[in-house]
Antibody
Framework: EVQLVESGGDLIQPGGSLRLSCAASGFTVTTNYMAWVRQAPGKGLKWVSTLYSGGNTYYADSVKGRFTISRDNSKNTLYLQMNSLRAEDTAVYFC??????????????WGRGTLVTVSS | QSVLTQPPSVSGAPGQGVTISCTGSSSNIGTGYDVHWYQQLPGTAPKLLVYGNYNRPSGVPDRFSGSKSGTSASLAITGLQAEDEADYYCQSYDISLSAWVFGGGTKMTVL
């Protein structure tokens, strides 16, 4: 059974750093595309970052240069290192497995999310 | 504002049907990128409902169906049930933004 469990969310001051983790089971992170999607309180879904199985990384403009997506093969875990956090980064962060179709990528399994609150 | 435009809300009585639209542009849906749909029940994670414009994952009832034409896509829900009350999101890829994009979401209410 595929499962994704996020952790690491916290209350953090503006300018601070945080690392989110997403522990996967039922499949191998290394051989799959993985993504982070966030949802601000009361708002819709926003794509944050994607890590291809080959290692290529992609970021939304709003987080480029501040966030880094990575994985640990031995722990079968996906990470999101978040630096220079801003109030507008406040959101629930979901980890998701991504699959590619003929012309597009979709997210077939999602974790329950972890809450990041950026506030002084 | 989202790159993909959805109505903020739709509603229908039990047993009836509703359609949720997702309007894009020539830089996303109109370019040929697939549209995918997600259902998010209150307080839970999104769940994949339709992928590749019209395909349903195993376990998703055939009351849910997707379609795509030109720069738009639609999600149709027939035989509405109380448990269908949720937020629904469309998703595609935008070549101009080089980003995966979601619609703003549609809150579906069963009257």
């Amino acid at each position: 059974e595929v499962q994704l469990v996020e952790s690491g969310g916290d209350l953090i001051q503006p300018g601070g750093s945080l690392r989110l983790s997403c522990a996967a089971s039922g499949f191998t992170v290394t051989t799959n595309y993985m993504a982070w999607v966030r949802q601000a309180p009361g708002k819709g879904l926003k794509w944050v970052s994607t890590l291809y199985s080959g290692g290529n990384t992609y970021y939304a403009d709003s987080v480029k240069g501040r966030f880094t997506i990575s994985r640990d093969n031995s722990k079968n875990t996906l990470y999101l290192q978040m630096n220079s956090l801003r109030a507008e980064d406040t959101a629930v962060y979901f980890c998701a497995r991504a699959r590619t179709g003929t012309t597009g990528m979709y997210h077939d399994y999602w974790g329950r999310g972890t809450l990041v609150t950026v506030s002084s | 504002q989202s790159v993909l435009t959805q109505p903020p809300s739709v509603s229908g009585a039990p047993g009836q049907g509703v359609t949720i639209s997702c309007t894009g542009s020539s830089s996303n849906i109109g370019t040929g990128y697939d549209v995918h749909w997600y259902q998010q029940l209150p307080g839970t994670a999104p769940k994949l409902l339709v992928y590749g414009n019209y395909n349903r994952p195993s376990g998703v009832p055939d009351r849910f169906s997707g379609s795509k034409s030109g720069t738009s896509a639609s999600l149709a829900i027939t035989g509405l049930q109380a448990e269908d009350e949720a937020d629904y999101y469309c998703q595609s890829y935008d070549i101009s933004l080089s980003a995966w994009v979601f619609g703003g979401g549609t809150k579906m209410t069963v009257l």
